[in-house]
């Protein structure tokens, strides 16, 4: 579903990623791990093209992303949910339309949105703040919305960019399994955390990267 | 993509920054309304000026005692002249009659002239085309020519200042009305623009969860157009105070102004001016979007 091969990142001078080789299986759940500042965001850019490599082959859900034309870029990217790492909510409107959003740009009925949009936010637990506005909401609440909004549209992968790096570990787990119970669907997950805990004992695999470079595989 | 949504994306924005917009409403309605005052004094004048033709004549005075058929021949050469419209020939006697009923009571002015002092008179019609200082001068030079012609006679100081103040008010306000025009396309570009900076991370963010391009740009052309449109209205509101309020009044104590024309049925073209400059403006705002 996702495959890299010897992928080279550089922005100006600085290497991010350096010939990095992997790939994840259509319907596997797997893991990025590695200290601050060793390539994981970067890795997930390059799959949903917010960057381009600098060397080596990316293929994303049977398209090869070097040869991909500026009309297909949305077309990659409507198959792919994403929750980033700094959220990217917007503030001018409130919960509800942060995770309709995500529908609206598919072209979802309008009637199906509501009862899709309730149903992702019920799985994050956050039902009741349908009407907040994402400045009136916990740095945990707002990951939530973020991860609400990825999983909506029922994508083929999700790009997760340490989805529970701001909640406490009960939490956490809750999210962890809600990504477990989505895989367990059929969709495709790739996770990045430095958090071990998450991927402890989840028999998932795990690619670490240290400092832009390969440094293993494990199995959770 | 659905369109009500991005009506509704497209009016939250406007609300949201209604200030930037408000003001862009305001300038584009001065903008308007300051052309469509030129474009209607050009207008005018230029109506005014299109009267001219039908009394300006070209007056060739013929020498005394010619024949029937000398004068035939003038008249024949004359109108092979293309310029020339019609012709139309006043002997001695009609011009005397004329002039002595135009004097009526101060007929003692002629008193002692016991002859007809006028000569015969052919009186020349130009096209309308044809009815400028130069080609007006050429043609009298070569009437001139003409064997039987003693003298040609035309309002040419009246000519050429009605001539050159129509053309210069022409010149002027096509001047005005460009750059009117450009400044008023500029406003909508420029805040089309800062909104567009503005929103440039959610622009971002959108295109990131797979937004297409007409998806982006559908919300600010609609913006565009709403400002423009706006602004169009506010114009020509403007434009009908000016008129009614203060043209009218003071036509009533200076006739000149009442009878300046308002072409009410075009009235459409300022709300119409203004919803295109406003899109053109977004449009080149929003320029190319690149993923
Ligand atoms: N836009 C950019 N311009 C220049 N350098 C960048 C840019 N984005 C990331 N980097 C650099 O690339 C390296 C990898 O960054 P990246 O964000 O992928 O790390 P990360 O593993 O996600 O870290 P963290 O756990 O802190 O999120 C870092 O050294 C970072 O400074
Ligand atoms: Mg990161």
């Keep these: ?220 | 993509m659905s369109m009500s949504y991005s009506f509704r994306l497209a009016f939250q924005s406007i609300i949201r920054d209604k200030w930037v917009n408000l003001l862009a409403v305001l300038t584009i309605a001065a903008g308007l309304l300051f052309t469509a005052v030129t474009v209607l004094t050009v207008f005018n004048v230029n109506l005014i000026t299109r009267e001219i033709p039908k009394k300006f004549s070209v007056n060739v005075y013929l020498k005394e005692n010619l024949q029937k058929q000398e004068i035939d021949n003038i008249t024949a050469t004359i109108k092979k002249e293309p310029s020339v419209e019609n012709i139309k020939f006043i002997p001695k006697e009609d011009a005397w009659k004329e002039l002595k009923s135009s004097l009526k009571n101060t007929e003692y002015i002629l008193e002692g002239l016991n002859e007809n002092p006028l000569p015969d008179t052919l009186e020349i019609k130009l096209k309308k085309d044809s009815i400028n200082p130069d080609a007006v001068k050429k043609i009298s030079t070569m009437l001139k020519q003409i064997k039987g012609v003693s003298e040609i006679e035309y309002g040419e100081k009246f000519l050429s200042s009605i001539y050159s103040l129509s053309l210069g008010i022409k010149t002027i306000g096509l001047t005005l009305i460009i750059i009117m025009s450009a400044g008023t396309l500029f406003v909508c570009y420029s805040t089309v623009k800062i909104l567009f900076y503005r929103k440039n991370r959610e622009i971002e963010t959108y295109k990131f969860l797979g937004a297409t391009k007409w998806f982006i740009r559908f919300p600010f052309l609609i913006e565009g157009a709403t400002i423009g449109l706006c602004g169009g209205f506010l114009g020509l509101l403007g434009l009908l105070i000016l008129y009614y309020f203060v043209l009218l009044k003071v036509g009533s104590t200076f006739p000149i102004f009442s009878s300046f024309v308002f072409p009410l049925n075009m009235s459409y073209l300022l709300p119409a001016t203004g919803f295109v400059l406003g899109v053109i403006g977004a449009v080149i705002a929003i320029g190319r979007i690149r993923y």
Excluded: C
């Excluded at chain 1, 990659?76 to 994403?82: E, F, H, P, Q, V």
């Excluded at chain 1, 991860?147 to 989805?163: F, K, Q, T, Y």
């Excluded at chain 1, 406490?168 to 955390?193: H, M, Q, V, W, Y």
């Design chain 1, 1 to 220: 579903m996702i495959t890299f091969e010897n992928v080279s990142k550089f922005y100006d001078n600085q290497t991010a990623l350096r010939k990095i080789s992997f790939s994840v299986e259509r319907g596997e759940m797997a893991f990025i791990t590695g200290p601050s500042g060793s390539g994981k965001t970067t890795m997930l850019k390059l799959i949903y093209m917010a960057e381009k490599a600098d060397e080596g082959r990316i293929n994303v859900n049977d398209m090869e992303l070097s040869q991909l034309r500026e009309s297909d870029v949305p077309v990659l990217r409507k198959n792919i949910g994403i929750v980033f790492q700094d959220f990217r909510l917007l503030d001018n409107i409130n919960v509800f339309e942060n995770v309709a959003i995500a529908l609206r740009i598919r072209g979802v009925d309008e009637r199906e949105v509501k009862s899709k949009v309730f149903d992702a936010l019920k799985l994050v637990s956050l039902r009741h703040k349908t009407d907040s506005y994402p400045t009136a909401l916990s740095g945990g609440e707002q990951q939530r919305v973020a991860i609400a909004r990825a999983i909506v549209s029922e994508p083929v992968i999700i790009l997760a960019d340490e989805p529970t790096g701001n909640v406490d570990p009960d939490t956490s787990a809750g999210i962890i399994r809600t990504f477990k119970e989505i895989n367990a669907r059929g969709t495709t997950i790739l996770l990045a955390t430095h958090n071990r805990e998450l991927f402890k004992n989840s028999g998932k695999r795990v690619l670490k990267l240290d400092f832009g470079n390969f440094a293993g595989e494990e199995i959770g």
